[in-house]
């Protein structure tokens, strides 16, 4: 086998007298952020969205509660912008578009990824090209010691709000080339706790000030997934199936001292997924991905204020990626993919139009090495039909887009022997409106175009690790970037009283500076590790000159945010602080005192400890969240938990 190609883009797989010997030597030109092993699970988080929020340049619309829905926004740019890969392959929502972030629970995740633009490895899907920012999420995967062929993970975490969270995993080697992991997770919780909710007057004087507890943010849930890993002398590939399914409330929003109870969603979510790739020859390599995927939702608004909604909807996607890797020379490669995705979206809605959506990818990627530099250019070829019609009269129309959108990334080390490294790229990616943004009956509008987002970016990386010294690495890095989103669709008055519509409107330009920081460093027996993210964001409406908030800050964009994550571990000890900030910012359009939203932070601690008991391997741990119980809120009259308190027992047999 080729060895450069192996230890650049395919964990390498040696056969050597019985053993195998998994070896992960991948090379990016444009690091990704990342999050994996205690770092990630010493984080007071239950979901992948609560540890993105120690990213820098990542926002987090979070409603509150465990239940709540969560969604990610890196650089501004919006949620439907970021792709979101899970094990590979990218999770998907036609309908509207967002990936609820709090559904993937930490307890099974071993590493996310976060990476602006896109992953700088050409060894990839077409899709993988596709997004202005990208969120890899991978699984635990079993890891044998010798003589290990079989291990079972029971773990129960209880705590304020009623949570009852129980886990379940099963590890099985069944041969020297074959593994099997299978989890199940129930959560449960009541989403009760009190806030307090005050507002003032334009005066300044007291409008509201009342402690109440939250209602309707209760959530029941089963996640269950199994997966198998498999090796050959050439290559490896791996298949997984998926379940979801939850009740949960969703709370609403707290308006003039009225504390209604929202609206309540049901979710099913399955698919199955699985992942092929092998090496031929020293030039050539290949990979294949495939994914089917069904979705049921079902929404009730049954509140006699509100206009009643009660709406199921069934979505399905297939989803096929075929990736062709050759190696030119040694220092230049080039990849050839071709995706092909199918989305289908049914509902009980009067007049809906029963969308369909054949896609098409074709992206066509090199990457050039030598004399200190690497670069690497894509093109992405996005070829889409839009069908629909009503059932009763099976009439058909057809809507076509094509788009080009191009990519080029590259890393200069000045100097060989020095971990420092000058990065920038420069994208322009797309987004095209979801299901709902084209069809939702009397909302929709069939005749938007697409969002554009282009993007510039400078990076300054430098790294060291210290062999003699109490402090063993520490790694800086500085992100200037400026991003401009066109064509940004935004739900307009249509003239009608109480009519919306969908118009393309917006236009937004965003500069941002990202500063981060990581070391690590033992004193005797005593492990530490400290991470420090600041992110600067001045992202402007610039829309409309006549607007009354042209050039302003858009909603829910802090100026500053930063956040803290520090780690030490001692003799089977391990303690844990976080602290996150936001902020000043604005909940609407025009930066005025009204909209002004005050900055928010919290203090997060959590202690464990590893021991064994009879042989078997036990940790325990109490974890405490916004110890000084501060009220604030990430989104408008939706107030967030004050102090809360979880505890874990986790048993490894």
Known sequence: MANDVQDEYLDSVLEVQEVIVVENRKKEIIPAQSLSGEALQGLNSQSVADALRFFSGVQIK??????????????????????????????????NGQIDLGRYSLDNIEEIQLYNGQKSNIFQGAKDFGSSGTIYIRTKRPRWADG??????????????????????????????????????????????????????????????????????????????????????????????????????????????????????????????????????????????????????????????????????????????????????????????????????????????????????????????????????????????????????????????????????????????????????????????????????????????????????????????????????????ADAYFNKVTNKIVAYPSGQQFRWTMLNLGEVEILGLELSADASAKVADVEMALRLNYTYQKARDFTDPSDAYYGDQIPYIPLHSGSVAARMSWAGWDLNYSFIYTGERYNAQENIPANYEQPWYTHDASLFKNFKLRGVGCRVGLEVNNIFDQDYEVILNYPMPGRNFKMTFKVNI
């Open 148 to 477: 290990e062929t079989s291990r079972v993970i029971a773990q129960f975490k209880t705590g304020s709000f009623g949570l009852v969270n129980p886990q379940l995993v099963w590890e099985r080697q069944l041969n020297r080339h074959l593994s099997l992991s299978a989890s199940a997770e129930y959560v449960q919780s009541d989403g009760k706790y009190k806030f307090r909710y005050r507002r003032l007057n334009l005066d300044n004087t007291v409008a509201y000030d009342t402690t109440a507890t939250r209602q309707n943010g209760d959530i029941e849930a089963l996640r269950a997934e199994a997966s198998l890993f498999g090796f050959t002398s050439t290559g490896r590939w791996n298949a997984k199936g998926y379940f979801y399914n939850s009740e949960r409330g969703i709370p609403g929003a707290i308006v003039n001292n009225v504390f209604r109870n929202g609206e309540r969603q049901w979710d099913r979510n399955v698919f199955a997924q699985g992942s092929w790739e092998n090496i031929f020859s020293q030039r050539y390599q290949m990979k294949v991905n495939a994914k089917y995927a069904y979705d049921y939702l079902h929404f009730l608004r049954d509140d006699p204020k509100e206009l009643y909604i009660d709406n199921i909807y069934h979505q399905q996607e297939a989803y096929l990626s075929v990736v062709n890797l050759t190696r030119i020379t040694p220092w230049w490669d080039a990849s050839l993919s071709a995706d092909f995705q199918w989305n289908k979206l049914n509902s009980n809605m009067t007049n809906f139009v029963y969308p369909r959506r054949f896609t098409e990818m074709v992206a066509l990627a090199t990457t050039l090495r030598g004399y200190g530099v690497d670069a690497q250019a894509s093109i992405l070829g996005t070829f889409l039909q839009d069908r629909v019609g009503n059932n009763t009269n099976h009439k058909r129309n057809t809507t076509h887009r094509d788009e080009l959108t191009p990519a080029l990334f590259v890393s200069w080390q000045p100097m060989r022997n020095v971990d420092w490294h000058l990065n920038a790229f420069t994208k322009k990616a797309f987004r095209m409106p979801t299901f709902n943004d084209l069809y939702y009956t009397e909302v929709g509008n069939k005749y938007l175009e697409p969002e554009y987002t282009y993007q510039y970016s400078l990076s300054n990386v430098w790294r060291k690790a210290f062999s003699k010294s109490l402090i063993k690495s520490v790694s800086l890095q």
């Open 62 to 95: 979070d409603f509150g509660g465990i239940g709540g829905i969560k969604t990610v926004n890196i650089r501004s740019m919006g949620t439907h912008h970021i792709g979101v890969f899970y094990d590979g392959v990218q999770l998907g929502n036609a309908q």
